[in-house]
């Protein structure tokens, strides 16, 4: 069953903290929900579930509204940050909890719960007390507690994030198999780009309670549409240019941001929004930067900027390396075993034409019928 | 050095604590001698206090966990208006002297008062009787379970709740099988703090009830009735029982407690 939200507000001694909302989940879908803290995500949870009550704005699951109903009557799974199992009961207790409103029969609770128990091999614990079980463990309890009733939707608070990243892993695995195998729609809350990445179909980046972009993971990380979504998502090359000549398939913009000792030419892909003379944000993924030394070429890369290196990071699999150009700081993301350049080098920083876009808030790359570049609007209403 | 002269300054004041504690309780076990105990035990009058204390401090601990619970819960775990006098009103019975409270219900429950007529005209008469005993008690002692419930429910996780409700559970399921299982030491606490204050009660109920041998002579009344009187030995025998009976008590409960917190 599909979630939709309509236009929810909801304020805490008024300060608004979701400002009319609309938010559509597709029935199996994985949905996740990203956000710094303080964005709003646990209190968009909390309404779907009836934990907390909107000021305005409906809540349906399926073709039902929810809107007046107590948690208890929505058919909701949710699994807490901490867990919240019941520290009084044994595990199998704890996962047993709903069956037993649900006034299941003993049998059909064991025969249930034992699938699920050995489903993610716990079958050890099953009369261990809570407080005798690892974090890994716990939220596993949790997830089978919510999944054995049953649930048409299942919502998940940042259910990993008190999990080391080895535990994480295995459980980011198990949920996603469970998710696909029961075709739960799922709505997974976390501020986790690597979660949101590796678990979500779609992703909603939340910021100050307003959805700033909705995209599949790989959209939503090398092609975000606003400053906020492109920072959230590590993409820290803002440009602010001006577009100066368009052409065919292509433009040239001038760079000419902050703190630039000498402006400089880039040849970009040409956008829907481009208009000559108007300035724009552009965005470069640190992936989609390339390093050369002085004197190599830089490949097929179209666009050169010489700079020096001034800090590097090594984060296991690759480098960070932040390149100072003329003023402009741009960052990369280099793979381990290509980088071999010391600090203090001067390098080129190279990339393809179709590496930068523009920070429109807009989708563009989405079937043409979604499309709401602004120029595009423009000439509709002409 | 200078923290070891903080700790013995510390233990110097505790130590003068336990003998503010101890001293009068080797003062009082030594006041009487076993064969005396054994006689006054004997005597119906003792035992007859010892009874009425026992039944009516038993029947207020059940009302107070009666009226105690969905008070304790209402303070906890909701947001209301005029929670704050509520929370005002449990109050006030522990720093209200016995003896105002006494008065108090002496003239609601009066044959002057609306109320004392009232229940007068159905036949029930509260003033010096075992019901007015209990009042009293229950009027002194009930927010020590309030207070110890309420501390209890507001320790439990929020999201404990809320994980039992999105189960499919009802309000009611949920306060049953996780709110009072969860709250149960403190609830214990508190039944064990209301029966001693109930069973220590002397003010109030001595001013509602009266002290009536036999009919509503507690065991603190007949304490001061036989001092009173001149019949010490009685009232030390009573006074003996009282504190080994709340000794025990306090010391069963808190090594009950302990155990489950070491679990």
Known sequence: MGIVLKDILKSYNGRPVLKDLTLEVNTGEFHVLLGPSGSGKTTILSIIAGLVRQDKGDVLIGD???????????????????????????????????LRVKKVEKNKISQRLGYYLGRVGIEREKDKFPHQLSGGQKQRVALIRALVTEPK??????????????????????????????????IYVTHNQDEAVLLGDRVSVLNHGAIEQIESPDELFYHPKTEFVARFVGAKNILKASVIEIKEHEAVVLVDHEGLNQPFKLQVKKYPIFEKGKGINLCIHPEKISLNRENEAGGNNVNRVMGKIIHKTNNGKAVKVTINTGGMELHAVI??????????????????????????????????????CLNEMRNERL | MKGVSFDLAMSLMAGVFVSLIMLPMIALFSATSVGELVNQFRSTAVLSAVVISLETSLIVVLLALCLGIPVAYLLAMKEFRGKEILDTLVDLPVSM??????????????QNSIVGSTLSNYGISLIFSKKGI?????????????????????????????????????????FKNVLLPLAKNGICAGMVMTWARALGEFGATSMVAGCIPFRTETMTVAIYQDVMSGELTSSIAIALLLTVFSFTLLLTFKSRFKRQILL
């Not at chain 1, 381990?336 to 080129?348: A, L, P, Q, S």
């Not at chain 2, 002297?97 to 009066?110: D, K, S, T, Y």
């Open chain 1, 64 to 98: 039902r509204n929810v809107s007046g109903l107590p948690p208890e009557k929505r058919g909701i799974g949710f699994v807490f940050q901490d867990y919240a199992l019941f520290p009084h009961l044994t595990v199998f207790d704890n996962m047993a909890y709903g």
């Open chain 2, 97 to 110: 002297p016995p003896l105002v409270a006494g008065l108090a219900l002496l003239i609601l429950l009066g």
């Open chain 1, 335 to 372: 793979p381990k075993d290509i980088f071999d350049f010391e600090i203090h080098e001067n390098v080129w920083v190279s990339f393809a034409a179709d590496a930068p876009h523009p920070l429109c808030g807009k989708t563009c790359r989405a079937p043409y019928a979604r499309r709401r």
């Open chain 2, 134 to 174: 209990i009042i009293a008690q229950l009027f002194v002692s009930i927010p020590f379970l309030i207070k110890s419930t309420r501390v209890a429910f507001e320790s439990i996780n929020k999201n404990v709740t809320s994980a039992s409700l999105t189960l499919g559970a009802s309000k009611f399921y949920t």
């Open chain 1, 153 to 186: 939707v299942l919502l998940m608070d940042e259910p990993m994030s008190n999990l080391d990243a080895l535990s994480k892993e295995t459980i980011a695995d198990e949920l996603k198999s469970i998710q696909q195998e029961t075709g739960m729609t799922t």
